[in-house]
């Protein structure tokens, strides 16, 4: 009996185990069953069913076909849009709502076809150039001459072209500047002001061909501190040497003054240049070769949409666009229409507008694509977005920044943005319409990651993190910026600015493993790290930071910063600053090794500010002194600093050439510094990929350049 029982029981195990078996078979074969594949291609029809044989032609066809699947299915589907190879021209935006998304089980993938490389463009190709006798090349625009079309950005041979300018280099300097008050406003900033600009006589002489049909369309950019006015012009003055410009009140702490530097463009009398172009109210568009360019070796692209992805869910109601993969994908020239009121001051840029723009959309990821050929910004993560990744893409020639996360209003609750992952992706070449952009922007926005990263040749800043000045309540919580290459920052364009920028209560921050180098500013500033207004509670630990302006580390004001375990290297004029002392610890700096043969060591309010500062190193290649702000290192030490420091060689391996990796052990044990791979930081991947981030020899060779006239000037500003 006993045997039957064992028996049987053997029996059932097996025929549970069969069951089992035929159960996993049933749900795989459903699992199968349950993806859906629909195909674009260039020679594709809307009408079509979307298969293999007829696909569809644009990617908003394919999302009508998901929706009409969706409805008409009974039970859950995957969905994955091929796309096949190809240049597809966008109609209209690719817009996804809430019941656009997918879940988790049964995400919707937009990707390419394997070793394919489809580009979408918001472009229109203009043809039908003549040449005329000043071998200017010209056309007219049926849509520009017949519907007012215009366009505020146009590029040749897939490179932005130069809007007409005044100078073609450089800058015009401001004499004076008047400002009258219209209506005061409750702010420091009047809502309605006129603003008079006074030229001396040769600086006017750029303007005196303006025609009078043509000034409401000049505009001017006036570039100041850490940001720049862009207006248009409301009347020009032979007589006082001026123009008038309208719009919103100088900034109190951010005016236009004397001594200011302008750019005059968009109108005729400036097109002189090869590469620059003008669009005139008659639809004739004129362009400047350059050489060995003409109408037949060239493709002539005026950007049309202002938008190419719109995601748009609604946090507040729990509608989120959710679980949707881009994968493999180009999207290129996106049009900014510059609005008549110009662009009044903006830090950051943070008030343009994106190519792809999403809110309240959850687990949305942008993997292996390109963004490129901007009006504005690339990428933002508007309200109410989270779990989302943007991985190994490639983003440059953006007229404003890379990636934005979160909102320059503090959102809390559903709409507060979180938890996105930016990971081993190039950006490069930004802020060229509006030098004010970042690479990577985290405003109120807290618990994310910014890893492995390239970022080069903006104009401003690298990472900018936080979004309150001062103490009051702070959304950027517990951000991670680690292992990213962040390099030739700044140029000698505006002021205020570093490598990594951070503003406000960020408790849990850390800022670690980064290597920052080549950063530099038109006057003050020109940071690796710049802890600005109100930083408080952030570690900066594990950095490299070389060949920098003023030093590369900076506190203007904070609390309880942590810098430990950092390399700061070969700034130009100090070392590190501080600005302003506070009653409070404002930072503790420690185990640092700082290495230099230039300028002062340090410069700024450190005989005031509360700082804990000890167990460093500190070391002049040129065998030069060593100037503690005014002081000696003896001196230093007797206020109470640096203790425990030492002044030594740290014995890096080649430090004149950038190698900080450690051929002797003896000093840096001294002072507790634990060596890290630095050589880990930026991005990873194959050949190509690591190729793609190395900005070109022209760019690098410009920029030291640049580096090199502005520190011979030696102003004072």
Not at 100 to 129: C, E, L, Q, R, V
Not at 699 to 716: G, L, P, S, Y
Request: proline share 3%; hydrophobic share 35%; net charge positive.
């Amino acid at each position: 009996m006993a045997g039957q029982l064992i028996k049987g029981s053997k029996r059932i195990k097996i025929l549970m185990r069969v069951i089992y078996i035929l159960s996993l078979l049933f749900c795989c074969s459903l699992s199968l069953n349950a993806q859906q594949y629909f195909h674009v291609s260039p020679i594709g029809n809307d009408i079509n069913p979307g298969t293999k044989e007829a696909p569809l032609a644009t990617l908003t066809a394919a999302r009508d076909a998901i929706r009409q699947h969706k409805t008409l299915s009974k039970k859950q589907h995957a969905y994955t849009v091929i796309v096949e190879e190809g240049y597809y021209t966008m109609k209209e935006p690719l817009e996804l709502f809430p019941e656009d998304g997918g879940t988790k089980n049964s995400p919707i993938t937009y990707k390419a076809a394997k070793n394919a490389k489809p580009t979408f463009s918001g472009g229109k190709i203009i043809t039908g150039f003549s040449v005329n006798e000043k071998g200017v090349w010209e056309v007219k625009i049926p849509e520009s001459a017949y519907y007012k079309w215009q366009f505020d950005q146009l590029y040749v041979n897939g490179k932005r072209a130069v809007l007409a300018r005044t100078p073609n280099s450089g800058f015009l300097e401001i004499d004076s500047v008047q400002q009258h008050i219209w209506e005061k406003g409750p702010g420091k900033v009047a809502p309605k002001a006129q603003q008079k600009l006074f030229f001396d006589k040769n600086m006017f002489a750029a303007l005196v061909d303006i025609t009078k049909d043509e000034i409401e369309e000049v505009r001017f950019k006036a570039y100041h501190k850490w940001d720049y006015t862009l207006r248009h012009i409301d009347a020009i003055d032979t007589d006082s040497l001026s123009i008038t410009t309208s719009g919103k009140g100088m900034k109190p702490w951010n005016e236009i003054k004397k001594g200011g530097r302008i750019v005059f463009e968009n109108y005729k009398g400036a097109l002189d240049t090869p590469g620059e172009w003008f669009l005139n109210q008659k639809g004739i568009l004129y362009y400047v070769p350059q050489p060995n360019e003409s109408p037949d070796n060239s493709t002539v692209i005026a950007p049309v949409l202002q938008q190419l992805i719109s995601i748009k869910g609604s946090a507040i109601q729990n509608k989120y666009v959710e679980y949707i993969r881009f994968e493999g994908l180009g999207f290129e020239y996106c049009h900014y229409e510059i609005p008549k009121s110009g662009s009044e001051p903006n830090q950051a840029a943070a008030k343009l507008n994106a190519a792809i723009y999403l809110e309240g959309a959850k687990n949305i990821t942008f993997s292996h694509c390109e963004i490129s050929k901007t009006g504005q910004h690339a990428l933002w993560f508007g309200k109410g977005c989270s779990n989302a990744f943007v991985e190994n893409t490639y983003l440059h020639n953006l007229g404003g920044g890379g990636i934005y996360l979160g909102d320059f209003k503090a959102l809390e609750g559903k709409e507060h943005t979180h938890n996105i992952n930016i990971h081993n992706n190039i950006i490069q070449s930004g802020g060229k319409e509006f030098p004010a952009a970042v690479g990577i922007w985290v405003g109120h926005s807290s618990d994310n990651k910014v890893t492995h990263n390239d970022i080069g040749n903006f104009y401003y800043t690298g990472i900018s993190v936080g979004w309150v000045w001062g103490y009051a309540p702070s959304l950027a919580k517990r951000n991670t910026i680690a292992y990213n290459h962040i390099h030739h920052i700044g140029w000698d364009l505006l002021s205020d600015m570093a490598g990594i920028y951070t503003l406000g209560e960020s408790e849990g921050t850390r800022i670690e493993n980064n290597v920052i180098h080549d950063i530099h500013a038109y006057s003050y500033g020109g940071w690796g790290m710049y802890a600005d207004e109100g930083s408080t509670g952030i570690v900066f630990k594990n950095n490299v930071v070389y060949n920098t302006k003023t030093g590369g580390f900076q506190q203007n004001y904070g609390k309880e910063n942590l810098i430990q375990n950092n390399i700061l290297a070969f700034a130009k004029k100090y070392q590190m600053q501080c600005t302003i002392a506070e009653a409070h610890t404002s930072f503790t700096f420690t185990n640092n090794i700082v290495i230099f043969k230039e300028g002062m060591l340090l410069k700024g309010a450190w005989d005031k500010v509360i700082a804990k500062m000890d167990t460093n190193l500190y070391w002049n290649t040129s065998l030069g002194t060593y100037n503690f702000n005014g002081k000696t290192f003896k001196v230093w030490q007797q206020l109470g600093h640096d203790n425990n420091s030492i002044i030594g060689d740290p014995y890096f391996k080649d430090a004149s050439n950038f190698d900080f990796k450690f051929e002797r052990k003896a000093n840096f044990k001294k002072i507790n510094f634990k060596p890290f791979d630095y050589t880990k930081s930026g991005i990873y991947g194959d050949g190509d990929w690591i190729k793609k981030a190395k900005l070109t020899e022209s760019i690098t060779i410009a920029f030291d350049k640049a580096v090199e006239e502005n520190m011979k000037k030696n102003i004072k500003r």
